[in-house]
Nanobody, 119 residues
Framework: QVQLVESGGGLVQAGGSLRRSCAAS?????????MAWYRQAPGKQRELVAAISSGGSPNYADSVKGRFTISRDNAKRTVYLQMKSLKPEDTAVYYC????????????WGQGTQVTVSS
């Protein structure tokens, strides 16, 4: 079983920054897994924010390109999401997830962590 423990959420003013972390433990060969951050705003569907492949290649939603950076530390089994120039529309519950390959399913969704950006 895999556990993903998120940290770093909270309340920030527009234009501010936050750094999210997601530490993996359990039955996971972390360095071989893709990692991703999703978010879900009230009344909206869950959407991909950023993902990073096992090889370290990132991809981003258009809405966060140039503002968010995803990175991973395989030795620490942790993925990070650095969020800068935050906007009120970034307010959402953020979720970390993992899968073995593009053909695999993401793990069942956890509770996520609230990020609120005040205007």
């Amino acid at each position: 079983q895999v556990q993903l423990v998120e940290s770093g959420g909270g309340l920030v003013q527009a234009g501010g920054s936050l750094r999210r972390s997601c530490a993996a433990s359990g039955s996971i060969f972390f360095s071989s897994n893709a990692m991703a951050w999703y978010r879900q705003a009230p009344g909206k569907q869950r959407e991909l924010v950023a993902a990073i492949s096992s090889g370290g290649s990132p991809n981003y939603a258009d809405s966060v390109k140039g503002r968010f950076t995803i990175s991973r530390d395989n030795a620490k089994r942790t993925v990070y999401l650095q969020m800068k120039s935050l906007k009120p529309e970034d307010t959402a519950v953020y979720y970390c997830n993992t899968r073995m390959s593009s053909g695999s399913s993401w793990l069942p969704w956890g509770q996520g962590t609230q990020v609120t950006v005040s205007s």
